[in-house]
């Protein structure tokens, strides 16, 4: 008798515990496909309209995209054209409400914000570098002639100058400068 009543506990708590917990939607999924490229997957059968917000940082939304099916569907976005950062995708409809919003990283942001630099043309053969570090997170400056490599260096300090003179170039404008961080992802400079 004991035992069953054990029992009987047991299962009313596990099944209290069960029904209280959250539980994920699993009808909504998304899933990357290439870079910057993702598919949305509804697994059921929508109840009316659904509508897909994708927001930027700032919790804007920067493209609404309303979808009517009567059956299982997906659908692809290719999100190329939008700047690097963090971006969050909210699916929903007006009979249920929000059924999931997914996180998207692509990729880090802009170098700009983490460094200044300036690039100067002294004559026609010499370019003055100076930068200042804002973050004092190592950076690497490449420089290249008509896309081969000709200088490489880490920048590890808060300040960065130098000239550069060009002796077997014909013109200044085959010269360009990158700054990347430890990831590879980098801008390009121009010279002003």
């Given at each position: 008798?004991?035992?069953?009543?054990?029992?009987?506990?047991?299962?009313?708590?596990?099944?209290?515990v069960f029904a209280t917990a959250p539980v994920e939607n699993p009808i909504v999924t998304l899933e990357k496909i290439g870079e910057k490229r993702f598919q949305l997957k509804y697994n059921g059968i929508p109840d009316g309209k659904v509508t897909v917000a994708?927001?930027?940082?700032?919790?804007?939304?920067?493209?609404?995209?309303?979808?009517?099916?009567?059956?299982?569907?997906?659908?692809?976005?290719?999100?190329?054209?939008?700047?690097?950062?963090?971006?969050?995708?909210?699916?929903?409809?007006?009979?249920?409400?929000?059924?999931?919003?997914?996180?998207?990283?692509?990729?880090?942001?802009?170098?700009?914000?983490?460094?200044?630099?300036?690039?100067?043309?002294?004559?026609?053969?010499?370019?003055?570098?100076?930068?200042?570090?804002?973050?004092?997170?190592?950076?690497?400056?490449?420089?290249?002639?008509?896309?081969?490599?000709?200088?490489?260096?880490?920048?590890?300090?808060?300040?960065?100058?130098?000239?550069?003179?060009?002796?077997?170039?014909?013109?200044?404008?085959?010269?360009?400068?990158?700054?990347?961080?430890?990831?590879?992802?980098?801008?390009?400079?121009?010279?002003?």
């Amino acid at each position: 008798m004991r035992l069953i009543i054990a029992t009987l506990l047991a299962f009313t708590f596990s099944t209290a515990v069960f029904a209280t917990a959250p539980v994920e939607n699993p009808i909504v999924t998304l899933e990357k496909i290439g870079e910057k490229r993702f598919q949305l997957k509804y697994n059921g059968i929508p109840d009316g309209k659904v509508t897909v917000a994708i927001k930027d940082e700032s919790n804007r939304i920067i493209y609404r995209d309303v979808i009517e099916s009567e059956k299982v569907f997906f659908k692809n976005y290719d999100l190329n054209k939008l700047d690097l950062g963090n971006y969050q995708i909210e699916v929903f409809n007006a009979e249920v409400g929000k059924l999931s919003d997914f996180e998207v990283n692509l990729g880090p942001k802009s170098l700009e914000k983490t460094y200044f630099a300036k690039v100067t043309e002294l004559d026609d053969q010499t370019l003055a570098l100076v930068l200042k570090n804002l973050n004092g997170v190592e950076k690497k400056l490449e420089i290249f002639d008509n896309g081969r490599l000709v200088f490489e260096a880490p920048i590890t300090g808060e300040t960065f100058g130098r000239k550069f003179k060009f002796e077997n170039v014909t013109s200044l404008e085959s010269i360009s400068i990158k700054i990347s961080d430890k990831s590879g992802f980098g801008n390009f400079l121009s010279v002003r």
